[in-house]
């Protein structure tokens, strides 16, 4: 009578232990203000794909998620950026000693910057990560993303819970674009440096996209091509990169991501993607991409304002994906040492007769 009670009581105890193992489930608090010890950086790919991937955020490291969506015929767009960075290492985030911070810009037909705000500073930033599951909740700035599976994303805004920030709303993506690294799709063990020193993984390259937001009162709605990538680094983002060109877009049924940079010795790095139907066609790097500024030199110099990039990516088997995108419109001017745009974009298959439209966010960092 004991035997098949201790065998039941092991089987639920061995039960019990295959359930923990398999739940991954972690809840992470990033503190408010900077470290003074030591930063740890990981660029090689584990299990999580879009968690934290810096421990310590102290005076030279950074971590943050970013988001944007831009209508398809590029007269509306939001870009959204989860920051845990001081200004030390990275020049866009505002406090050199408050690390938690939102930037919300976002982009209507009335004007190319409708609204911009840089959030109060949180409190904490709280993230719990099960799997490819993920929340982040930066504390105080009313502000919040939700991710499932790296599929759906919802970011959002709520005045109520921090009237500073003067915008609810949401953000809400459906991925029709698989997750890649710089060099290769979404899998363990893989290098995920763009640069010595900068990390890149980009959870959703596109997605299909509905965005609607309260504004001071004035209600702005629009769907379009949805976007979301996270960076990090353990030097100095502006001691790591002399100049950078990143950008993505839909161009008829394709979804194309786009970087070309230029590290702080002079050498230069790239990383192309392309994929359709919910397939990558590509994800490549090195020789076989190339962006090019139009009506700008190269390499560029402070304050270099091009009036779009062309962009080509070579996938191999005689398939080169050419497209140019056009700079209509400048939703952020830092001092020449950062520009950001969206525009139309336009490309197709080298070999091809067809080419396809639609609409693109991207930036230039030069320093
Ligand atoms: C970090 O160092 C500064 C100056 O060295 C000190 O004032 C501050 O209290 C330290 N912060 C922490 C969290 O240890
Ligand atoms: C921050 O961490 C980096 C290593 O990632 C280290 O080189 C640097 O000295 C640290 N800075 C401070 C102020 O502790
Ligand atoms: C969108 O922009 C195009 C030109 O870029 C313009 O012709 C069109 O009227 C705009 N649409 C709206 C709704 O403002
Ligand atoms: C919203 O209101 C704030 C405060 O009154 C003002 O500074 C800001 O310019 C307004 N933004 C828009 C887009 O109207
Ligand atoms: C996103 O969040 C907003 C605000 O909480 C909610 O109204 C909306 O239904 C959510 N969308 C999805 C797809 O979950
Ligand atoms: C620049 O740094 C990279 C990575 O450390 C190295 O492979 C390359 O040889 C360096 N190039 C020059 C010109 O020093
Ligand atoms: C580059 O400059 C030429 C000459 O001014 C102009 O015709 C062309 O439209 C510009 N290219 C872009 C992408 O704006
Ligand atoms: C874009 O770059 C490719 C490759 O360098 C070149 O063949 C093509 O002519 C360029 N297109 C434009 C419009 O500049």
Known sequence: MKKPSITLLSLVANFLCATCAQSSFKSISIPPTISNTTSVAQFISDSSFDGPKVTNINSSSYDWWYFDAVSLDSNY?????????PST???GAESA???LEVQIRVQTPEEDVFFAVDSPSATAGKLTLDGNDITGDWEGTGSRFLGRDLTCYNVTFDSDAAEELGISG???MTSIAPPHYPCSPAKEGVNMELFPHVGWANAVPDAETIIELNINGTSVSFTGSGYHDKNWGDVAFDHAV??????HGRVGPYSLVWFDGISSNGTEYTSGYLSEKGKILGTTCGSTVQVRPINATYPPGLGS???GFNITIDLGG???FEAIASGDHV??????????????ISGGFRENEETYTGSSVFEQFTF
Request: charged fraction near 15%.
């Open 97 to 99: 000693t408050d690390i």
């Open 170 to 172: 949401f953000i809400s």
């Open 318 to 320: 005689g398939k080169v």
């Open 242 to 247: 002399t100049s950078w060109y990143w950008g």
């Open 77 to 85: 767009s939001i870009v959204a950026v989860f920051y845990a960075s």
């Open 331 to 344: 939703l952020l001017n830092e001092e020449g040492a950062y520009m950001r745009w969206s525009g139309s």
């Open 89 to 91: 290492s990275f020049i």
């Open 305 to 307: 304002d091009p009036d």
